[in-house]
């Protein structure tokens, strides 16, 4: 059996890789499909934390993803929640040391976030919820809490809206900070109720678990998570995890942040 029959064989079940920095010929053996569009994810900076160097983690990330972004161009990145902690006075500083990361830089606000929508929306010029679509893909962003850093289910009147005007879309990719499917959230079976008449979604992207890095798969949809980039606790590595998509598949691995781990892949 060669490398690529492995692959097909194993599915969608996690590759560990002896990883080096290396290059995309690291992961994929060069009969693969040619990957035709990367984004990355990452999220739980914690910008701001007491008895954290949060500043260096910031930088580290920083330095990181450039540098794999340079050899691996990423059409844009999301930090999915908890960008700073806690205290909005933050959100200004936090701002200036990653506005410069990508030139497409997209948000989702966690429960740490704690700053107004307003705030929100003059600070990232992006709403707590929205959408855009790039080609025969569209990308939906959603809150998971509020001001006050409550736990709150996402808005799944906008969630229907959305996944309603790009039900022709080949390709849908969900972010919220908060697993919707977390017991302490409560409205696990009004999502699935959702999502069940949309088969383009991809894939949902979570963080806020820093100790969670892998995918659990709820009603055939794949939720992907990052770990963490910042904050007191969690995975011992510094996550970002990349998304690429080729023909047939949709790829995933984490970078942590220098060294790749997890390969996942996906049919479509």
């Given at each position: 059996m060669n490398r690529r029959q492995f692959l097909y064989a194993v599915g969608a079940t996690s590759i560990f890789l002896a990883c080096g920095k290396g290059n995309d010929t690291d992961i994929l053996p060069d009969e693969e499909e040619e990957v035709?569009?990367?984004?990355?994810?990452?999220?739980d900076l914690h910008y701001g934390e007491m008895n954290t160097d949060y500043a260096m983690h910031t930088r580290n990330f920083v330095s990181a993803f450039r540098s794999f972004h340079k050899t691996n161009p990423c059409a844009f990145l999301v930090l999915n929640g908890d960008i700073i902690h806690d205290d909005p006075r933050f959100l200004p500083e936090a701002y200036d040391a990653l506005k410069d990361v990508h030139e497409k830089l997209y948000v989702t606000q966690g429960n740490h976030d704690r700053v107004s929508d307003s705030v929100w929306l003059d600070t990232w010029k992006q709403a707590v919820n929205s959408d855009f679509t790039i080609d025969d893909m569209a990308f939906i962003f959603g809150t998971t809490s509020d001001v006050f850093g409550s736990l709150k289910c996402p808005d799944l009147d906008f969630l229907r809206t959305s996944l309603e005007k790009y039900k022709n879309k080949k390709h849908v990719f969900?972010?919220?900070h908060i697993h919707p499917h977390s017991p302490s959230m409560g409205c696990t079976e009004n999502v699935k109720e959702v999502l069940k008449d949309y088969t383009n979604v991809?894939?949902?992207?979570?963080g806020h678990d820093h100790n969670e890095e892998g995918i659990r798969n709820i009603e055939k949809i794949p939720y992907m998570f990052d770990g963490r980039l910042g904050g007191s606790w969690g995975s011992f590595d510094r996550n970002f995890r990349i998304i690429e998509i080729t023909k047939s598949e949709i790829i995933t691995y984490l970078m942590t942040p220098l060294t790749r781990k997890m390969l996942n892949k996906f049919n479509v």
């Amino acid at each position: 059996m060669n490398r690529r029959q492995f692959l097909y064989a194993v599915g969608a079940t996690s590759i560990f890789l002896a990883c080096g920095k290396g290059n995309d010929t690291d992961i994929l053996p060069d009969e693969e499909e040619e990957v035709l569009f990367r984004f990355a994810i990452a999220s739980d900076l914690h910008y701001g934390e007491m008895n954290t160097d949060y500043a260096m983690h910031t930088r580290n990330f920083v330095s990181a993803f450039r540098s794999f972004h340079k050899t691996n161009p990423c059409a844009f990145l999301v930090l999915n929640g908890d960008i700073i902690h806690d205290d909005p006075r933050f959100l200004p500083e936090a701002y200036d040391a990653l506005k410069d990361v990508h030139e497409k830089l997209y948000v989702t606000q966690g429960n740490h976030d704690r700053v107004s929508d307003s705030v929100w929306l003059d600070t990232w010029k992006q709403a707590v919820n929205s959408d855009f679509t790039i080609d025969d893909m569209a990308f939906i962003f959603g809150t998971t809490s509020d001001v006050f850093g409550s736990l709150k289910c996402p808005d799944l009147d906008f969630l229907r809206t959305s996944l309603e005007k790009y039900k022709n879309k080949k390709h849908v990719f969900i972010f919220w900070h908060i697993h919707p499917h977390s017991p302490s959230m409560g409205c696990t079976e009004n999502v699935k109720e959702v999502l069940k008449d949309y088969t383009n979604v991809r894939a949902v992207f979570n963080g806020h678990d820093h100790n969670e890095e892998g995918i659990r798969n709820i009603e055939k949809i794949p939720y992907m998570f990052d770990g963490r980039l910042g904050g007191s606790w969690g995975s011992f590595d510094r996550n970002f995890r990349i998304i690429e998509i080729t023909k047939s598949e949709i790829i995933t691995y984490l970078m942590t942040p220098l060294t790749r781990k997890m390969l996942n892949k996906f049919n479509v």
